[in-house]
């Protein structure tokens, strides 16, 4: 749970910074992580035949090498990516990620194909005591990137830089008139943001051991996109509480149900529709509703429509997996276990139970999902 938190803190925070910052939209981002991964292993299939750093246990060093890799491959792609702002932004950087998910299907001799490349971190003299064999010494060194890359990404926002990049997302227009070129802006946003996504796919490099084709494809980059919109964009907590929503949703929930997608895709648009700033707005309107007096307003109506929203996704989930079961009931049986409830495929009554919960608590949602006024709820005037 741990490595998945830092691999995912790093890549959400590196795509909030494109996405957040910048305003640019990338459907193919995690592009630059699977590169990352890829320098990685390469890195240490060339260490471990003794062609570089034979001996020498700068395997510590590896994760920042391949984030420079990714921020090199994100130059030359970014010189055609940066040129458009907007949709174009984004539908080039899907095409650029199809394409290069195809060229590693296509030359299995140097991405490894469908079964991947492995290799081994444990490899020359300890460095600095540290060998990486034990995974306690790996979830460090991850900690320690995670936590370097998110404070060098907080201070380049505050930069001179950042506040370009501001004005890029916000009025574009306005900084082509100011002789500042909105590309340049762009290409440097793409660059900055797809190093730290590299280090992010070091880092896991060096935890799994092995790369896939796989990390190359837009579907990961669908699954950074949702969770760190969950989390919010506008500030770098929310990258994080994505990241620790989207460790805790690949470890534990595929355990829980077989629709665990479905169940995370319900949950993200129910974000995105009721508060659009993630569970980041969240806690900053909890905070502006505390520093007005109004905490005793804003929290248990919040509590009430979180409530009206797990009996709605419970109910939801309930009819998903019977759903699911229902085809294997005469092999499996007709028991469902889901949460600790047991549920039959063939009574009435469960299926009536959970449809009666996804309806009720819909509606309760609904009807909760804005208790005052929206001025009550931010304190605005």
Same mark, same amino acid.
């Given at each position: 749970?741990l ?28 592009? #630059? ?16 035949e ?12 590896v ?21 458009r702002g ?11 990620s ?8 296509? =030359? ?16 020359g ?10 995974e306690?010494e790996?979830?460090v060194?991850?900690?320690? #990137?995670?936590? $370097? $890359? ?6 380049f ?18 900084? *082509?008139f100011?002789g500042?070129?909105?590309?340049s802006?762009?290409w ?8 730290f996504?590299?280090?992010s796919?070091?880092?896991a ?6 790369? =896939? ?8 980059? /669908?699954?950074?996109? +949702? ?6 964009v506008? +500030?770098?907590l929310?990258?994080v ?10 470890v %534990?929930?595929p ?13 993200? +648009? ?5 508060q659009?700033?993630?569970l980041? /707005? ?17 929290w ?8 009206a929203?797990i009996?709605?996704?419970?109910? $939801?989930?309930?009819l998903?997996?019977?759903? #699911? ?6 092999t499996?049986g ?6 600790g409830?047991v549920l ?6 469960s299926?009536?139970g ?5 309806v009720?608590g819909?509606?309760?949602? %609904?009807?909760?999902?804005r &208790?005052?006024? *929206?001025a009550?709820?931010?304190g605005? &005037?």
């Amino acid at each position: 749970m741990l490595a998945q938190f830092a691999v995912a803190a790093l890549a959400c925070a590196a795509f909030s910074l494109l996405l957040g910052q910048a305003g640019l939209l990338s459907f193919g981002h995690a592009l #630059y992580a699977g590169l990352g991964s890829w320098a990685a292993v390469q890195l240490l299939r060339a260490m471990a035949e003794g062609q570089i750093w034979a001996g020498t246990g700068l395997v510590v060093l590896v994760p920042l090498l391949a984030g420079l890799a990714a921020a090199l491959a994100a130059a030359l792609l970014g010189a055609a990516n940066a040129r458009r702002g907007g949709t174009a932004f984004a539908m080039i950087s899907l095409g650029l990620s199809e394409a290069v998910w195809f060229v590693a299907q296509a =030359t299995p001799a140097v991405f490894g194909g469908e079964g991947g490349l492995s290799a081994n971190r444990v490899q020359g003299a300890p460095f600095g005591g540290v060998s990486l064999s034990p995974e306690r010494e790996v979830v460090v060194l991850m900690g320690l #990137y995670m936590l $370097g $890359g998110l404070a060098l990404m907080h201070r380049f926002a505050l930069s001179r830089a950042g506040l370009l990049l501001r004005a890029l997302r916000d009025d574009p227009q306005r900084l *082509e008139f100011l002789g500042v070129g909105a590309p340049s802006l762009r290409w440097l946003a793409l660059v900055i943001s797809a190093f730290f996504m590299g280090v992010s796919g070091g880092i896991a490099a060096l935890w799994t051991e092995v790369f =896939t084709t796989e990390s190359l494809h837009a579907s990961r980059s /669908g699954l950074l996109l +949702v969770f760190t919109v969950l989390g919010g964009v506008t +500030v770098l907590l929310g990258p994080v509480l994505g990241a620790a929503l989207m460790a805790a949703a690949l470890v %534990w929930l595929p355990g829980v149900s077989q629709g665990w997608m479905w169940l995370v895709g319900l949950l993200f +648009v129910s974000v995105v529709w009721a508060q659009p700033r993630g569970l980041a /707005g969240v806690i900053g309107d909890g905070l502006t509703a505390a520093r007005q007096g109004r905490s005793t307003d804003f929290w248990p109506a919040l509590m009430a429509r979180l409530a009206a929203g797990i009996v709605t996704l419970s109910g $939801g989930l309930g009819l998903l997996e019977m759903g #699911y079961h229902l085809p294997l009931a005469d092999t499996l049986g007709p028991q469902v276990q889901l949460l600790g409830v047991v549920l039959r495929v063939d009574r009435v009554d469960s299926w009536v139970g959970c449809a009666l919960m996804l309806v009720l608590g819909g509606v309760l949602w %609904w009807a909760m999902r804005r &208790p005052q006024s *929206e001025a009550a709820l931010v304190g605005s &005037p």
